[in-house]
């Protein structure tokens, strides 16, 4: 059985969406491990909820980056994890967690990359006036949001959008196909088996 780790840092909806179609569809892989730099976040209870163990840590509790990192590393083997998806989670990864997973780290972000990296990457399409959004899923190397390209789906906007409703469109579009990216990556068929 395949298993993948998801990194949250907030509410934990698209978490929620991976692991539900990983049931729904009976996938031949176990989402082992979520990861979750804020120990307070909702996402905790969503994986507490699905018997997801959880490792959360507080940042500022580590001499520095490449320590919590390692620790994260210790979880992951420790769950014998292929794959991380990030789903939310709000910090780059650094070179320790890279060398070690170099590959097998992806992201989905809310726009159609290269356009509108980092944060708050809805809003600045909105207020760029676009009239195609998106999402991407990538793989994670050093940069922010720069990685290769893996998958886009696009959405039209028009001039009754509102930057809520594009928000809600967009999270749609997250739920409905990371879990299908995941599932490609892991090498499942349409099914959830093994390819």
């Known amino acids: ?4 780790a998801v990194f949250a840092s907030g509410n934990g909806s698209n978490f929620e969406a991976i692991v539900t179609r990983l049931k729904e569809e009976n996938w031949d892989a176990s989402a082992a491990l979520l990861v979750c730099d804020k120990p307070q976040a909702k996402v905790i209870e969503r994986a507490e909820a699905f018997h997801i163990p959880s490792f959360a840590f507080e940042p500022k509790s580590y001499e520095n980056k490449a320590a919590f990192e390692q620790a994260i590393i210790e979880q992951l083997r420790l769950h014998e994890v292929e ?5 939310g989670y709000m910090r780059l990864i650094g070179d320790t967690l890279l ?14 990359l290269p356009a509108f990296p980092g944060i ?3 809003g600045q399409a909105f207020r760029a006036g676009v009239k195609v959004a998106g999402i991407t899923v990538h793989y994670v190397d050093e940069g922010m949001d720069t990685g290769p390209i893996i998958a886009q789906k696009a959405i039209e906007i ?3 959008d509102t930057l809520e409703t594009i928000e ?3 999270h749609k579009l ?8 995941i599932k490609q990556l892991l090498g499942l ?4 088996e093994k390819a």
């Open 1 to 4: 059985m395949k298993k993948f």
């Open 120 to 122: 708050d990457a809805v």
């Open 168 to 170: 809600q469109r967009i």
């Open 158 to 160: 028009d001039e009754h």
């Open 189 to 192: 068929n349409n099914r959830g």
């Open 99 to 112: 060398q070690a997973y170099g590959g097998k780290i992806i992201n989905i972000h809310p726009s159609l």
């Open 83 to 87: 794959l991380i998806a990030l789903a």
């Open 174 to 181: 997250e739920h409905k196909w990371y879990p299908s990216v």
